[in-house]
């Protein structure tokens, strides 16, 4: 009998072979591995049995059982006993002997699209008699392919994007300077299977009560949901703990991470402790992984601006002192950018009209049903205001609809409202576009254009009241700078004073610049302080420059580099006195990477060099390079370089062995004393030698 894979001996009475090799190409899952069983729901698979005393298909009436989970029971669905048939019911578990001989039995067996995901044991008996051979265990997923999947997606394109693609792209920064990162998702390796299936197994509901919780797999909601719950630590064994500050001593610094499977494989090393630290688009990449790889379609989404609503009023306000600092007084923060995923998925828990993408957010912010998760929550349900709908609408709504309100605080208790703007909230949606190594702006997915009628309808469901903007004032101030700016360059501001009176104004004018972190938290200390009286003739405008040097700014407290820019006039008439503020990000110098072979060939050495010029007018010093990449680079080697010479170009070589055919991404990572977390990648095809 020909093969596909090895023979596996069942007892003295028969011999199995799984068809590994070409189960697992049917099935998308042959990336996974060529030496185990891993299937889709839905979709059949078929494999063989050689019996040694010889089969008489008239005399030995067999059928096939699978089962999984704890305690298994055939009413529950989690023991199936299969009877073969004439053909195959697409609908349920079913199988059907497709060739039969004196010593050979090769059956086909498909599985039912609604069947629980995980791990399975197959085995084949006597309709008549209580003997069983167990034949092998197999891994079921869902399965995006088949059409009676409730993770169905009907788009092979989309099909490779957001299930089959090991790679993809981040994006960070601000709404008005985004950049972009790429992640090694990483969801074939074979060990990640495992991974991802002990961590639902670790799920603090599941241990409490396994059975019950295991019969809830066949239900994509329940199953991103626990995975939501289990990325982060709070509460369980979960995988990443979120830190938002230094030190980062004893960890990783979030910003060091450029893939997944590092992190889960610590985590599994480790029995299950979390590993230090995660921040959202860490959360995020490593809950695509998980999900991708139990089948279920998913994307990387960043929202700018993002709101973070404790108390659930959707107005964020925020205080400052004349000095600029924050002040406090509000739980609420604003995000420079949040990062969550999208889920495909049917919802035949909400009412019609709101299945495909369902945001799934694994950053531990607030609780849900007493565990630290958010989602699914449909995305169609966000845009349409429809906050009753599980799961967590409500918070994922504020996070792009919420009102900001920046309060002046003075020293006399009084205060002003320096702007009220419903527009600065939930910006530049962003996911990398299917097939494509471009940015996808969908911020039309979650809500209506600002200002348009069908906002003002959604606003008024939600009942959010738009706050009045303050009264016209003869002064207005504004604050420019041109990006992009590169760290360690000097920053040139704009500080704009309009007089809109008819009368000539002798104004004072204060500015402060702080750095501030990405989660909207500024530092006390003060960058740069400037004040100076100043005269607007009438309907004049008064340009005042400023330069922020590197020797004024330094060293950020994130890979970030945020500034807060703060600008407060003061009038004779103290009710034209007006304030302005502007959020800034400097970015790290560009990485141009280049293959110098010209191709790349499975088990021969590639050769690359790395390229970026120092932006600093001081040499960068302690230069390590780190290079990552599903099938072409393993254990994440970490290279040192010489120092760079100020505003030098400096070139790097590097070599490696890729293992594995196709189209990869070599991810790289350099670090030196002035900067850090300095970030590019190159797509290489790799071919089979002939």
């Given at each position: 009998m020909a093969t596909d894979g090895k023979f596996a001996s069942i007892g003295e009475k028969c011999q199995v072979d799984l068809q590994y090799a070409a189960n697992n190409k049917a099935h998308r899952t042959i990336e996974i591995s060529e030496k185990r069983l891993i299937i889709r729901r839905g979709q059949s698979f078929n494999i063989s049995v050689i019996f040694k005393d010889g089969f008489n298909p008239e005399t030995e009436r067999m059928e096939v059982a699978v089962v999984t989970g704890p305690d298994p029971k055939v009413k529950e669905g989690s023991k199936t006993v299969i009877p073969f048939t004439e053909e195959l019911n697409e609908r349920r578990w079913s199988a059907v002997i497709s060739s039969v001989s004196k010593n050979e039995l090769c059956m086909t067996i498909s599985s039912s699209p609604r069947a629980i995901v995980g791990r399975y044991s197959l085995s084949l008996q006597h309709d008549y008699k209580d003997i069983s051979y167990l034949l092998g265990n197999f891994v079921l997923l869902f399965n995006p392919w088949c059409a009676g999947d409730e993770v169905y997606l009907s788009s092979d394109v989309q099909r490779k994007e957001y299930v089959l693609n090991e790679t993809g792209t981040i994006y960070y920064g601000g709404s008005d300077y985004i950049c972009e990162r790429d992640w090694n998702f990483g969801q074939f390796e074979e060990d990640i299977l495992d991974i991802c299936l002990n961590l639902l197994d670790n799920a603090p509901k599941y241990l409490r009560k396994p059975r019950h919780q295991h019969l809830k797999r066949r239900f994509s909601v329940q199953v991103a949901r626990t995975v939501s719950a289990m990325v982060n630590s709070a509460y369980d064994k979960g995988i990443l703990q979120g830190?938002?500050?230094?030190?980062?001593?004893?960890?990783?610094?979030?910003?060091?991470?450029?893939?997944?499977?590092?992190?889960?494989?610590?985590?599994?090393?480790?029995?299950?402790?979390?590993?230090?630290?995660?921040?959202?688009?860490?959360?995020?990449?490593?809950?695509?992984?998980?999900?991708?790889?139990?089948?279920?379609?998913?994307?990387?989404?960043?929202?700018?601006?993002?709101?973070?609503?404790?108390?659930?009023?959707?107005?964020?306000?925020?205080?400052?002192?004349?000095?600029?600092?924050?002040?406090?007084?509000?739980?609420?923060?604003?995000?420079?950018?949040?990062?969550?995923?999208?889920?495909?998925?049917?919802?035949?828990?909400?009412?019609?009209?709101?299945?495909?993408?369902?945001?799934?957010?694994?950053?531990?912010?607030?609780?849900?049903?007493?565990?630290?998760?958010?989602?699914?929550?449909?995305?169609?349900?966000?845009?349409?205001?429809?906050?009753?709908?599980?799961?967590?609408?409500?918070?994922?709504?504020?996070?792009?609809?919420?009102?900001?309100?920046?309060?002046?605080?003075?020293?006399?208790?009084?205060?002003?409202?320096?702007?009220?703007?419903?527009?600065?909230?939930?910006?530049?949606?962003?996911?990398?576009?299917?097939?494509?190594?471009?940015?996808?702006?969908?911020?039309?997915?979650?809500?209506?254009?600002?200002?348009?009628?069908?906002?003002?309808?959604?606003?008024?469901?939600?009942?959010?009241?738009?706050?009045?903007?303050?009264?016209?004032?003869?002064?207005?101030?504004?604050?420019?700078?041109?990006?992009?700016?590169?760290?360690?360059?000097?920053?040139?501001?704009?500080?704009?004073?309009?007089?809109?009176?008819?009368?000539?104004?002798?104004?004072?004018?204060?500015?402060?610049?702080?750095?501030?972190?990405?989660?909207?938290?500024?530092?006390?200390?003060?960058?740069?302080?400037?004040?100076?009286?100043?005269?607007?003739?009438?309907?004049?405008?008064?340009?005042?420059?400023?330069?922020?040097?590197?020797?004024?700014?330094?060293?950020?407290?994130?890979?970030?580099?945020?500034?807060?820019?703060?600008?407060?006039?003061?009038?004779?008439?103290?009710?034209?006195?007006?304030?302005?503020?502007?959020?800034?990000?400097?970015?790290?110098?560009?990485?141009?990477?280049?293959?110098?072979?010209?191709?790349?060939?499975?088990?021969?050495?590639?050769?690359?060099?790395?390229?970026?010029?120092?932006?600093?007018a001081l040499p960068l010093k302690k230069c390590f390079m780190t290079i990552e990449g599903n099938g072409l680079v393993e254990n994440q080697p970490r290279v040192k370089f010489d120092d760079v010479k100020p505003n030098a170009l400096a070139k790097v070589v590097c070599d490696f062995t890729p293992k594995k055919p196709g189209q990869r991404k070599l991810l790289v990572d350099i670090d030196c004393d002035l900067v850090q977390n300095v970030k590019g990648s190159l797509r290489i095809e790799v071919q089979k030698k002939n």
């Open positions: 830190r938002w500050s230094s030190p980062y001593t004893d960890g990783v610094y979030p910003g060091k991470w450029s893939g997944s499977i590092a992190i889960l494989r610590q985590w599994q090393k480790s029995n299950f402790q979390p590993v230090r630290y995660g921040q959202c688009w860490v959360f995020a990449a490593v809950t695509c992984t998980v999900l991708r790889c139990l089948g279920i379609p998913t994307r990387v989404v960043t929202n700018f601006d993002s709101a973070h609503d404790t108390d659930g009023n959707l107005t964020i306000d925020n205080y400052f002192n004349v000095e600029g600092d924050d002040i406090g007084g509000s739980a609420d923060s604003v995000w420079n950018f949040h990062v969550w995923n999208e889920c495909w998925m049917v919802r035949n828990d909400l009412d019609p009209g709101y299945d495909g993408w369902q945001v799934v957010d694994a950053t531990p912010q607030e609780e849900s049903d007493d565990t630290f998760c958010c989602g699914p929550a449909s995305v169609k349900a966000i845009k349409d205001g429809e906050l009753e709908y599980n799961y967590d609408a409500p918070f994922v709504f504020a996070e792009v609809n919420a009102q900001r309100v920046n309060w002046l605080m003075f020293a006399d208790g009084t205060k002003m409202k320096m702007d009220v703007d419903v527009l600065n909230v939930g910006h530049c949606v962003s996911t990398k576009k299917c097939g494509k190594d471009e940015r996808e702006d969908i911020t039309h997915l979650y809500k209506y254009p600002d200002g348009s009628t069908e906002e003002a309808e959604i606003f008024k469901k939600a009942k959010i009241v738009i706050a009045a903007p303050p009264p016209p004032k003869t002064l207005k101030v504004s604050l420019k700078v041109n990006q992009p700016i590169y760290i360690g360059q000097t920053v040139s501001v704009s500080l704009v004073i309009s007089n809109k009176s008819s009368e000539e104004k002798v104004c004072t004018v204060n500015f402060w610049a702080k750095k501030r972190k990405y989660d909207g938290c500024v530092e006390k200390g003060t960058i740069k302080k400037f004040k100076k009286e100043i005269t607007i003739p009438a309907v004049k405008d008064k340009s005042i420059p400023l330069e922020l040097s590197y020797q004024d700014y330094g060293i950020f407290p994130d890979m970030y580099y945020g500034m807060r820019l703060i600008t407060y006039v003061t009038d004779k008439s103290p009710e034209n006195n007006v304030a302005a503020m502007k959020d800034i990000g400097l970015l790290n110098p560009a990485l141009t990477i280049k293959m110098l072979n010209y191709h790349a060939y499975v088990g021969e050495k590639v050769h690359v060099e790395i390229s970026f010029t120092n932006p600093f």
